[in-house]
Nanobody, 115 residues
Framework: QVQLVESGGGLAQPGGSLRLSCAAS????????MAWYRQAPGKQRELVAI???????NYADSVKGRFTISRDNAENTVYLQMNSLKPEDTAVYYC?????????WGQGTQVTVSS
């Protein structure tokens, strides 16, 4: 089993920044992809950004140029730096890691962008 603990959510003003963290523990050997998803009220959960073990990344079009995903393999932690935040970024953000073809999810952290 892999346990994930997210932190860093909260309230930000439009144009502001937040940094999310997700630390993995437990059976962490062999973790492959790490990703961030989000789910806004009344909408389906969507992929925000994903990073492979070697550092390759992919982003949703809506966040390209504003969000940056990174990972620290030694600390088994994935980060999401969110800049130039917009009200439409408001959602619960979930971290997901894949290990041995199985997905593990964090509990989610609320991000609210509002003036």
């Amino acid at each position: 089993q892999v346990q994930l603990v997210e932190s860093g959510g909260g309230l930000a003003q439009p144009g502001g920044s937040l940094r999310l963290s997700c630390a993995a523990s437990g059976m962490i050997f062999g973790i492959n992809a790490m990703a961030w998803y989000r789910q806004a009220p009344g909408k389906q959960r969507e992929l925000v950004a994903i990073i492979g073990r070697g550092g390759s990344t992919n982003y949703a079009d809506s966040v390209k140029g504003r969000f940056t995903i990174s990972r620290d393999n030694a600390e088994n932690t994935v980060y999401l730096q969110m800049n130039s935040l917009k009200p439409e970024d408001t959602a619960v953000y979930y971290c997901k890691v894949t290990r041995s073809f199985r997905d593990y999810w964090g509990q989610g952290t609320q991000v609210t962008v509002s003036s």
